[in-house]
């Protein structure tokens, strides 16, 4: 009887410690599930440049290393047009983009606020090294333009358009627009539908002019992947290249507005340092001439 007993005890002690276990992991999950529910989840639309370039990521996380917030962005790369119109129908709450035209459009309808104007590169037309249409010799980037068309007319040349609606497609629109001249329906004039990385590798494979964000063709050529295309044209005055920071006016982003304020806060402080820092020669800070810059980006948006 005694040893049942005791039998039955060892048993009663083995299910405890079972059970106890059992409890013990239910709890470290609940409290696992609890943290990540706790964890703000936002979503941010960029323009592509950023992303290819490691710039946002790298921001984004010294940004949550800096304040400590328990927050997860989650990121998606797109052309400046279509990470404006996510950002204006509340799919994403933060955009980052390089489209003044466009950007004033989704502000003059109340759907964006500019949290921003952050940072700056230029643009720049890279063709084939042997530069059939001589545009290196250009006083322009808009010369630059009237040369590519003439020697693609002359069967010389090839263009590459991104004709994505991005940022770089909405400058190459404006620029082909002030040479008075319509290239869209020509043969040499091709369109990829892509981002910048693909558009440079066609042109740099088929040897074809393109228009081009300094700081991807700067990325790619410094890993060796292109070799026969090269900067041709530098215009900094028709060719300046801004970037800004944007918040979605959508109900559904409310929740964090703060947040959005705090990393635009960290990028126009801490953040200038870090982007002199670390992307020197891709992207340049704006700190020093804030006003300057925000002059600028109004007059390329067409805003008095």
């Known amino acids: 009887m005694v040893t049942k007993m005791v039998f039955i005890k060892r048993k009663y002690k083995s299910y405890l410690y079972v059970a106890s276990i059992i409890c013990i992991s239910i709890i470290v999950y ?18 592509y440049s950023l992303e290819q370039m490691g710039v946002l990521k790298l921001l984004l996380n010294d940004f949550l290393n800096k304040t400590g917030l328990n927050v997860r962005f989650e990121v998606l790369a797109r052309g400046s047009g279509e990470a404006l119109r996510l950002l204006a129908d509340g799919s994403t709450c933060i955009a980052f983009t390089h489209a003044p035209v466009l950007e004033a459009q989704y502000m003059k309808q109340g759907k964006v606020k500019q949290l921003a104007v952050f940072a ?73 539908g892509q981002g910048m990385i693909q558009t440079l590798i066609i042109a740099d494979n088929i040897n074809a002019y393109t228009l081009s964000d300094i700081g991807t063709y700067l990325t790619l050529n410094n890993n060796s992947k292109l070799r026969n295309i090269a900067i041709l044209k530098k215009d900094l005055q028709n060719l300046i290249n801004l970037y800004a920071i944007y918040f979605s006016n959508s109900e559904s982003c409310i929740y964090v507005r703060d947040i959005a304020d705090q990393l635009a806060d960290y990028i126009m402080k801490e953040g200038q340092d870090f982007i002199e820092t670390k992307f020197k020669g891709l992207i340049n800070p704006v700190k020093g001439h804030e006003n300057e810059f925000l002059v600028i980006w109004k007059s390329l948006a067409g805003m008095k």
């Open 120 to 192: 700056y590169n230029e643009f720049v037309i890279v063709g084939p090294v042997k530069d059939p249409a001589n545009i290196i010799k250009a006083v322009n980037a808009i010369e630059a333009f009237k040369r590519i068309y003439i020697a693609g007319e002359e069967g010389k040349a090839l263009f590459v358009s991104r004709n994505d609606y991005s940022g770089t497609h909405t400058k190459e629109i404006q620029l082909w627009n002030l040479t008075r001249l319509n290239p869209y329906n020509r043969q040499w004039y091709l369109k990829t």
């Open 30 to 47: 609940i409290n696992y599930v609890i943290l990540l529910n706790n964890s703000t989840v936002i979503r941010v639309s960029t323009t």
